[in-house]
């Protein structure tokens, strides 16, 4: 087994900077003070599927910037397409004509969009399809699953602190994957039923993840025709990982909006909703806008990674890449009598193990001795493949991974 070198003296400088001057020291899903000892603050370089930190340590990355990054970091093609527009400039009185380019790109990749609005950051996307859904039908009452994540605006963040009850009066919850409980949110909004916002795969942190029931999904789409509701599917994190077509397209079920984000642009900063024209007055009628929205170099990063996409076989790569990690974990760790399961789209894994406790201490312990040998995965969010995650790239990390397992194999045996 090979010694643990893993020095973060340059990061916990930077924290102790931090704290001066930073809100907590950090905030947001980025704060690494809620993952095990020894993952990194602060980085300082990526390529391919790799990272250092500012201390030099690399890592095989699974969180891939905790999803935008798709096609591996300073992918050729997205940087020099991004290089090109930079040196005409990025930021104008207008947008670029790369925003009609990309608008069409979308509605030509995606069967139900007529059309397409850019924004920044998948928040800004989920919360203008709420908007433009409530625009359109005159109505309040928005669904959105138990727990699932659709941002940070006060409509939807998972932390209560400064949001007020008014600013979540008219949002309600159903289980997801639940048709009865589904069914009955439905009937309680009556005629004021406005939309269901629904993720593509249950992906609630600190949990198993959880493909939708194609019949559930189908029951989305009846109850919203049925009410003149719309359905809004936020593909922010599965969107362009799963299918190019949009997540829910291989069941069949299209949405009446979606909400785009972290991987459209390969990690510039973009984000998208797309629509039918049902909804196209609407989405013309609300007022949602920004000073960045209009940025020509993330547009021209999307439009070569969506077209990167559609010509070359990077999604089956990232799904291999997916494949070849799952099978190599589920055999390290039936190896060291570990039970794991393993859940969720082979390119968007997550492992946990079957007998931990309530503070994950067993996931805790393993991607902490992961991360300090070099891999980085995270204890309890779903991780991303890229399709810069090779083969050779995959077995490196699975060599690490194994001895990671040892090592919690061992602690378990002490306890
Ligand atoms: C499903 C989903 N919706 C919305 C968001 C919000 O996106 P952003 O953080 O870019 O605002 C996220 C972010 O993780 C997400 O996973």
Known sequence: MTAVQHDLAQDRALRSRAEAVIPGGMYGHMDVRTMP?????????GQGAWLRDVDGN????????????????????????????????????????????????????????????????????????????????????VLVARGAYHGAAPWCTPRPAGVLPEDRAHLAHFDYNDVASLREAVSAAGDDFAAVVVSPVRQDVRREQELADPGFARELRALCDAAGAALIVDDVRCGFRLDLRGSWAPLGVEPDLAAWSKAIANGHPLAAVTGTDAFRPASSSVYVTGSFWYSAAPMAAAVATISEL????????????????????????????????????????????????????????????????????????????????????????????????AAVARVRVRV
């Open 37 to 45: 000892p020894g993952f990194p603050q602060f980085m300082s370089e």
């Open 58 to 141: 690399e890592y095989v990355d699974f969180m891939c910037g905790w999803g935008p990054v798709l096609l591996g970091r300073r992918h050729p093609r997205v940087e020099a397409a991004v290089a090109e527009q930079t040196a005409r400039g990025d930021c104008f009185n207008g947008p670029g004509p790369v925003m009609v380019e990309l608008a069409e790109l979308l509605v030509d990749t995606l069967p139900h969009a007529d059309w397409a609005m850019l924004a920044k950051n998948g928040t800004d996307a989920t919360t203008a399809c709420v908007t433009i859904a409530r625009a359109a039908t005159g109505k309040r009452r």
């Open 310 to 405: 559609r010509e070359t076989d990077a999604l089956q790569r990232m799904a291999d890449a997916g494949e070849q990690l799952r099978a190599g974990l589920a055999a390290q760790a039936a190896a060291h009598g570990l039970e794991v399961r393993q859940t969720g789209p082979v390119q968007m894994p997550l492992l946990t193990f079957v007998h931990d406790d309530e503070a994950l201490t067993q996931a805790q312990a393993w991607t902490g001795e992961a991360v300090r040998r070099g891999v980085y995965l995270h204890p309890w969010h779903n991780w991303f493949t890229s399709s810069a995650h090779t083969p050779e790239v995959v077995a490196r990390a699975l060599e690490r991974t194994d001895e990671a397992f």
